[in-house]
């Protein structure tokens, strides 16, 4: 009976350690990204339109949209519809997690340039 508990003890320790772990290497979500980053420009966070629809930064020149950097092309309509709906600037913040998303990057760069887009974008991370 010992045997059995003292195995029981060790896989539930063992278990808990690997849940640790694991979230100790989570990669912080959107939203973190939101808030700390709207939070550090004096913006809104989450700024609810009449619609139901939400910004995710509102600042006193900027409506902007805090997206990972896979979902570049997505930020671009999203920021110009709520520039069109606030009457402010376009603002795109692209969360890149990795060297490898500096190529989303250049990409959003490439076509707000092409395009001449009425966009200001800032990128977080590496």
Known sequence: MTTALNR?????????IS???AVSRAQPSESWYQQVWCEGMDGKV???LKDGRRIDCLT????IEI???RKWPEAIGQSLNYSMLTGKQAGIVLILKTAEDQSHWQ???TV?????????AWQLGP
């Open 8 to 16: 029981m003890t060790g896989s539930i320790l063992a278990l808990t």
């Open 19 to 21: 849940a640790s772990a």
């Open 46 to 48: 989450e700024h609810r």
């Open 60 to 63: 006193d020149q900027y409506a």
């Open 67 to 69: 997206e990972f950097a």
């Open 107 to 109: 990409r959003l760069k």
């Open 112 to 120: 707000i340039k092409h395009y001449t887009l009425p966009i200001k």
